[in-house]
């Protein structure tokens, strides 16, 4: 923990490579916790480090939610925040199907979380063609969640349309 508090103390002044530096101390000390792996991974990305932190976010996926660990454990950073990241960063892994499923989970968990439903679908652009290989059920939730974010907005982002179009497609000819 004090590792995660030094990276966030440096991240906070602009010292970004002392931040990174922590935070993967912190992974080191303590393999069995995300969050400063998440906030390194984060930092990749937001710094144009897109593969590094796709690599960084799949071993942060892997680690199970601590249920024995009652200290400063952010669940959300284990079943949210970093799908969220993984969605993005899985195009720069040319991880297609990785890409998709943090989409589908990202949508399905928070379909209310406005701003990132509306980047998530923005990302299911690049992996749209893996909802082949899932089940109608959950490409029909997908279907339910990007058609209630266009009813709120009708003047979203066009692409948005596009993909609820090609999704209803997919799932129409089956």
């Known amino acids: 923990m004090a590792y995660e508090n030094l990276g966030i103390c ?26 400063s792996l998440y906030c390194a991974v984060r930092l990749l990305r937001l710094n144009g480090k897109q593969r590094l932190g796709y690599q960084l976010g799949k071993i942060a996926k892997e680690i199970p939610y601590p249920s024995e660990d009652i200290l400063r454990v952010r669940p959300q950073l284990y079943t949210y925040w970093i799908y969220y990241e993984l969605s993005i960063l899985a195009y720069y892994g040319n991880d297609s199907k990785l890409g998709y499923d943090c989409c589908k989970h990202v949508l399905l968990e928070d379909p209310n979380n406005d701003a990132i439903v509306d980047t998530t679908i923005k990302n299911l652009h690049f992996y749209k063609e893996q909802a082949k290989q899932d089940k109608d059920y959950n490409v029909n939730l997908i279907i339910k969640v990007i058609s209630e974010y266009i009813r709120r907005y009708p003047n979203c982002d066009k692409g948005h349309q596009k993909i609820l179009e090609y999704l209803t497609r997919l799932v129409n000819k089956r």
């Open 10 to 35: 440096y991240d906070e002044l602009g010292k970004k490579e002392e931040a990174l530096h922590y935070w993967l101390e912190a992974y080191d000390y303590n393999p069995n916790r995300l969050e």
